[in-house]
């Protein structure tokens, strides 16, 4: 299993980017797919989820309304789009693979069995 991100950038306070996670080695109808990011300084923490298997779907509050995830099933690829992006979204951005993103605690980074290498994400004020 290898997961690849990509679309990272610098962009000014209320621009967007997308970014993208390409996946080999499983298909995303039988995963999950996690989304996490990690400011200088601070912990990685969940930023959003979303299961093929069970179509749940799930966000932490300060990037709902702002953040939409999407899918590729045949380019087996997914994305996060960002829009109105602040300088507090700056950070590294995984997208981490497992089974389910696991309800109440889809953020923890332990449910989560394959991690990409990241995208840089940079938003100036």
């Known amino acids: 299993v290898q997961l690849v991100e990509s679309g990272g950038g610098l962009v000014q306070t209320g621009g967007s980017l997308r970014l993208s996670c390409a996946a080999s080695?499983?298909?995303?109808?039988?995963?999950?797919i996690g989304w996490f990011r990690q400011a200088p300084g601070k912990e990685r923490e969940g930023v959003s989820c979303f299961s093929k298997t069970d179509g749940s779907e799930y966000y932490r509050a300060d990037v709902e309304g702002r953040f939409t995830m999407s899918h590729d099933t045949g380019e087996n690829t997914a994305y996060l789009q960002m829009d109105n992006l602040k300088p507090e979204d700056t950070g590294i951005y995984h997208c981490?693979?497992?089974?389910?993103?696991?309800?109440?605690?889809?953020?923890?980074?332990?449910?989560?069995?394959?991690w990409g290498q990241g995208t840089q994400v940079t938003v100036s004020s």
């Open positions: 080695g499983f298909t995303f109808d039988d995963y999950a």
């Open positions: 981490a693979a497992d089974y389910a993103c696991g309800s109440a605690d889809w953020g923890r980074l332990d449910r989560y069995g394959f």
